[in-house]
């Protein structure tokens, strides 16, 4: 079982920047595509960024050029480094991890608020 706890979410006016974490524990990490989604109110749960175990990554076009995600093995760790935030930015961010070898399986994390104030 896997166990993924995020932190670094928080209140911040629209052109700052936040770092979000997830650290991920019960489990090999480099056998995981690890992800951050978003959930905004009212609206369906999306992908914000994905990065594989070779360091492979793709985006969401509406945040393509201010978020970055990166992973640290070493720490089991997994980040998303957020700048130029705006107000539609705002929403429940989640961690996920997608074991890439049998037996599959996708893990969540239990969400970090994130709002961004105009």
């Known amino acids: 079982q896997v166990q993924l706890v995020e932190s670094g979410g928080g209140l911040v006016q629209a052109g700052g920047s936040l770092r979000l974490s997830c650290a991920a524990s019960?489990?090999?990490?480099?056998?995981?595509?690890m992800g951050w989604y978003r959930q905004a109110p009212g609206k369906q749960r999306e992908l914000v960024a994905r990065i594989t175990p070779g360091n492979s990554t793709n985006y969401a076009n509406s945040v393509k050029g201010r978020f970055t995600i990166s992973r640290d093995n070493a720490k089991n760790t997994v980040y998303l480094q957020m700048n130029g935030l705006k107000p539609e930015d705002t929403a429940v961010y989640y961690c996920n991890a997608d074991r890439i070898l049998p037996p599959f399986g996708r893990y969540w994390g239990q969400g970090t608020q994130v709002t961004v104030s105009s």
């Open positions: 019960g489990t090999a990490f480099n056998i995981h595509n």
